[in-house]
């Protein structure tokens, strides 16, 4: 099957740094890539849609200046957590979308902010 | 709102099928069913999707019932590695945003030895 990779897989950093996580498509091509969030035992909530070449859309109550995202090729898009707080520690996800309709997920990134 | 309802648990014997039902009442005549698996601390696997015939693949089978407001995965022999959290999802298959995902709260399936 399709594969998307995410990486870091884990990563900690202090209060107020920034963490940028990186999502690829491996062996196809995604014009559209979308990034999740999912808090312990919850389930995964959709921040924003990443379109190559263009701008995020984002969900209601995502900051678009706080989580920035970069799709600038049809394999990768990037998501930054910037000025990063101990309550964005979660696990962030994201998923590509093939010509075919399917959506194929990340491994997921887990973000420890101390 | 979630379009899908799912129970919260099931527990399935290893060796014996595992049938997870979901129900979508109002699904319209354009949205597939789709099914997600996600084991802790993974991102989603994809299993299987279909419209409004009867799916199968590798790793399971989707049986939709003739109205379309309900659907069963069917996992034929269940296995320890299949215990996970299944997601029902019910998705228009276009492009851009409505290419996303909306994630109920899924059935969490323990297999049992």
């Known amino acids: 099957g399709a594969v998307v990779s995410q990486h870091p897989s884990r990563v900690i950093c202090k209060s107020g740094t920034s963490v940028k996580i990186e999502c690829r498509s491996l062996?196809?091509?995604?014009?559209?890539m979308f990034w999740y969030r999912q808090f312990p035992k919850q389930s995964l909530m959709l921040m924003a849609t990443?379109?190559?070449?263009?701008?995020?859309?984002?969900e209601q109550g995502v900051e678009k200046d706080k989580f920035l995202i970069n799709h600038a090729s049809l394999t990768l898009s990037t998501l930054t957590v910037t000025s990063a707080h101990p309550e964005d520690s979660s696990f962030y996800i994201c998923s590509a979308r093939r010509y075919t309709g399917e959506l194929f997920f990340g491994e997921g990134s887990r973000l420890t902010v101390l | 709102d979630a379009k899908t309802t799912q129970p919260p648990s099931m527990d399935c014997a290893e060796g014996r099928a595992a049938n997870l039902p979901c129900n979508h009442s109002?699904?319209?005549?354009?949205?597939?069913v789709y099914w997600y698996r996600q084991i802790h601390s993974q991102g989603p696997q994809y299993i299987i999707h279909?419209?409004?015939n009867n799916e199968t693949n590798e790793m399971a089978s989707l049986i939709i019932t003739e109205d379309r407001k309900s659907s069963t995965l069917i996992l034929p022999h269940a296995t320890l590695r299949d215990t996970a959290v299944y997601y029902c999802?019910?998705?228009?298959?276009?492009?851009?945003?409505?290419?996303?995902?909306?994630f109920g709260k899924g059935t969490k399936l323990s297999v049992k030895p």
């Open positions: 109002t699904i319209s005549g354009n949205e597939y």
């Open positions: 990443s379109n190559e070449g263009s701008k995020a859309t984002y």
């Open positions: 279909g419209l409004k």
């Open positions: 062996d196809f091509q995604a014009t559209t």
């Open positions: 999802i019910v998705r228009v298959d276009g492009g851009g945003s409505q290419g996303n995902l909306i």
